[in-house]
C-alpha cells in the first residue's frame, strides 16, 4: 500500500503526521530514486526511465493529433508543468530533487518524446 496507514486508519491521522516524511516514501520509491549516474552537469537515476517513458507516451498521442510545429511546446509545457508540480507537493508527496535532476527529466522526457515523434 502506498499510503501509510495510522493505527486508527483515519485519513486525519494521515494528514496530521506528514510532517514525518513524504507520504509515498516506500521502498519502491527509495528504490527508484538510487542515482545511476551523477556528474557536475548530468543527472540520471532510476526515474529517468519512467519520465522516458511519459515522453514516449505522449509523444505517440501527441503525434496523432498536432502538427510537430505546436506539438513539442505543448509537451515541453507539460513536462515543465509537472515538474512545478513535483516540487510544490514534493513536501507530502516525493523526495526533494536537485535543479540537476529536474532539467534532466524535463530533456529525458523531451527526448522520449522525439523519439516516438520520428517512430510513429
Not at 5 to 12: D, E, I, L, N, V
Not at 113 to 117: C, E, G, N, P, V
Given at each position: 500500500m502506498f499510503i501509510k496507514?495510522?493505527?486508527?486508519?483515519?485519513?486525519?491521522d494521515i494528514i496530521a503526521n506528514m510532517g514525518e516524511r513524504p507520504v509515498f516514501s516506500n521502498r519502491l520509491q527509495r528504490w527508484m530514486a538510487k542515482i545511476i549516474?551523477?556528474?557536475?552537469?548530468?543527472?540520471?537515476?532510476?526515474?529517468s526511465f519512467v519520465h522516458f517513458a511519459s515522453g514516449l507516451i505522449l509523444g505517440i498521442v501527441f503525434s496523432h493529433y498536432f502538427s510537430i510545429n505546436y506539438a513539442w511546446l505543448v509537451v515541453l509545457?507539460?513536462?515543465i508543468f509537472y515538474e512545478f508540480f513535483e516540487t510544490a507537493v514534493s513536501k507530502y508527496l516525493f523526495r526533494k530533487?536537485?535543479?540537476l535532476d529536474k532539467i534532466w527529466d524535463v530533456m529525458i522526457g523531451i527526448a522520449g518524446?522525439?523519439?516516438?515523434?520520428l517512430w510513429f
Open positions: 496507514k495510522s493505527p486508527k486508519g483515519r485519513f486525519s549516474c551523477q556528474k557536475k552537469y548530468f543527472y540520471l537515476d532510476r526515474w509545457g507539460l513536462l530533487e536537485l535543479m518524446f522525439l523519439i516516438a515523434w
